[in-house]
């Protein structure tokens, strides 16, 4: 897992929800931001293994427009290709 992975929380509150990683704290932990619910000033920490890897979001210095930007248009592109 590296900073800039979209990755889809698999447990707590925020279970099912996509965030980007902004931060690698350690081995164990992240910080994650969606820029909505959690914005790039304020990320979340979560463990590694409660987090799925979707996809690359190739943001080095994300803001909070891009972060939501990224995400919606990440999901966006996987429908198109799910409903060929």
Same mark, same amino acid.
């Given at each position: 897992?590296? =900073?800039?992975?979209?990755? =889809?929380?698999?447990?707590? *509150?925020?279970?099912?929800k996509a965030f +980007?990683?902004?931060? +690698?704290? /350690?081995?164990?932990?992240?910080?994650?931001?969606?820029?909505?619910?959690?914005?790039?000033?304020?990320?979340?920490?979560?463990? &590694?293994? *409660?987090?799925? +890897?979707?996809? &690359?979001?190739?943001?080095?210095?994300?803001?909070?427009?891009?972060?939501?930007?990224? =995400?919606?248009?990440?999901? /966006?592109?996987?429908? +198109?290709?799910?409903?060929?």
């Amino acid at each position: 897992m590296e =900073i800039g992975d979209i990755v =889809i929380s698999l447990a707590g *509150h925020d279970e099912g929800k996509a965030f +980007v990683v902004t931060s +690698v704290v /350690s081995d164990k932990f992240v910080l994650i931001a969606d820029g909505k619910s959690r914005t790039a000033e304020r990320p979340k920490l979560k463990r &590694k293994r *409660h987090l799925r +890897v979707a996809g &690359k979001s190739n943001l080095s210095d994300p803001t909070n427009a891009a972060l939501r930007k990224r =995400i919606k248009q990440f999901f /966006s592109d996987r429908r +198109v290709y799910a409903e060929e």
